[in-house]
């Protein structure tokens, strides 16, 4: 899942820190470090872009890497879309403003699938970084539906809507929300 990285639209509790342009520059170059780290043979990388029809994704993200559209929605509604997109093999949907990701990470969460019905990766601040599901589950209907988004209680939230799936968990990673996040990585 990424965003376009303009000033004012990306990163903005990080923008009042350090400012817009600061913030949107961060995250372009997060996201293009973690692209690098994330190649592997064993999966292939699909970018969930917001917003839709945005020129700029085309000259910012590698022109290599299959691109979506994310749609119309809160977040809970675009996740869905883009674990629905894909149908046959398992799906881990990650967030794009962690820099703790890498292959090794990424390879850990597919093994945690193994015997669940899916995963969920929480983060420090009471979100998650990844969820996922195997090549046979489907997420149940409104599974995202009144999830507190960017508040701690986002990881509960999302666990209590998939009650019905078995989700098994992967490691605890850091995002980057604020400035203090930054000097903690």
Known sequence: ?????????????????????????WYRH??????RRLRDP???IVL?????????????????????????????????RALHAVRGAPALLIG???PGIDRAVIGEAFDRMR????????SEDGGYWCIGLGARRRLPPGAFAGVRWSTDHALDDTV??????????????????????LRRQ
């Open 1 to 25: 899942m990424v965003k376009a990285p303009r000033p004012g639209r990306v990163k903005t509790r990080l923008g009042r820190d350090l400012g817009m342009v600061p913030a949107a520059w």
């Open 96 to 98: 794009s403003d962690i």
């Open 42 to 44: 064993r999966w292939r």
């Open 160 to 181: 209590r809507r998939l009650a019905p799936l078995a989700l098994a968990r992967a490691r605890r990673l850091a995002d980057v929300d604020r400035a203090e996040d």
């Open 115 to 122: 015997g669940h019905d899916g995963v969920i990766g929480p």
């Open 48 to 80: 969930a872009v917001a917003p839709d029809l945005d020129p700029l994704h085309l000259r910012t993200w590698p022109s290599d890497v299959v691109q979506m559209p994310q749609g119309r929605g809160d977040l809970g509604a675009r996740m869905a």
């Open 30 to 35: 997060q996201v293009r470090r973690l692209l």
